[in-house]
């Protein structure tokens, strides 16, 4: 069972790590063809599409798959449940365009939030698949079509950015909508999948027993996107006091060096999704301390070349940049290098808190994290000596703040149990 369960772990993890390489790498020719001022569009609109995404979908492949592999037949009452909701939530991103767009400072991107909108349906269902994929034990589906719909965004939005490359407007709403043809077209393909498989919801199982799975995970997966939403607002007004570039800054911090910096944590995923069920019933810490050490190990040299090279990456990567945007990234990814720790340690901390019973904790934690980003933020772009370096200055301290929570709470608990038993 347990050669069973990290088989499967190992196959999500190599999933998610392929398609965020694969949206990392995208980013390259994306950036040469409509530069940091497209980026910067497209960031501004991505993060409530993700907070929608997570109130329509987050816990769902994990409250099926423990209510599947216990017997259950749950797709019934989350077919019923979740795809009206994302379809609701559909309606209500496209009645809200025009007003997100105004709070954001810029009523072109009304028109990227209507070609956008329609995916929250789409990955509502595909969500209720993969988490009755996942509870049979097969995890090769959800790995499969993750690839797939990165590798059908990652083709239709280079294209749409090439054929329009001289109307920006266009292309980023091109490449909005290159989203929305990957998740209907990976929707397609679980779908005939399930119906081969002789994929037909009998059983039903209360709606309020999904729930009680679900919610708590929701809440939990929706602080990152709307501090990603908060994040494009609060940057973009406080840096636009007083920079006519602001949102080609937020375009290079968010989109671009983010985006370098995160990849760690893809790597490490298959961490924290394997040390959940190896904590149950742990007293020593010795797992959990394990879990931590290797995504150390695993990110420190990665996080050290961002920091000893950030200028080098940088040009290698994104080349359509030179001069004082190469510089300002440059700048921005050796700030966050420490990040590049921090978020997989953060990430695998996470884990290691849901596997002891504890996922409140970690949404707590993760909460109190934004705050103090929030906090730095205001504190820190205002002053021109700072402007959007201090947004990355402000991510390191957000997620410092959280990890310290994090390993505190872990070790006070391992602490505590210790005691108990002497």
Known sequence: MKASFLKGAAVLSFGAFVSKLLGALYRIPLTNLIGSEGIGRYQMIYPIYCLLLTVSSAGIPSALSRLVAAGQCPERAAF??????????????????????RVQGDESLQSGYLFLAPSVLAVSAISVLRGSFQGRRRMLPTAVSEVSEQAVKVAAGLGFAFFFRTDLTRAVNGILFSVTLGEWAT????YLLYRREGGTPKENVPLRRLLAFTVPVTLSAALLPLSSFLDSVVIGRLLGAYRADAVSRYGLFSGCAMTLVSLPSAVCYGISSAIVPELAGERSGGKVFLALGVTIFVSLPAALALWLFPREIASFIYRGLDGEGLAA????????????????????????????????????????????????????????????????ISANVGYLVAFLLELLYIIGRILQKRRKIT
């Open 80 to 101: 019923r449940f979740f795809v009206p909701l994302g379809g609701a939530l559909t309606l209500l991103m496209l009645a809200l365009s025009l007003p997100l767009s």
């Open 187 to 190: 929707l397609l393909w679980l």
């Open 329 to 392: 990234l440059a700048r921005c990814v050796k700030i966050l290098s420490l990040s590049a720790v921090l978020l997989p340690a953060m990430q695998t901390l996470s884990g290691c808190l849901t596997g002891l019973g504890k996922p409140t904790a970690s949404a707590l934690f993760l909460f109190l994290g934004c705050a103090a980003k929030l906090a730095c933020q205001i504190a820190l772009i205002p002053r021109p000596e700072y402007e959007i370096f201090g947004a990355a």
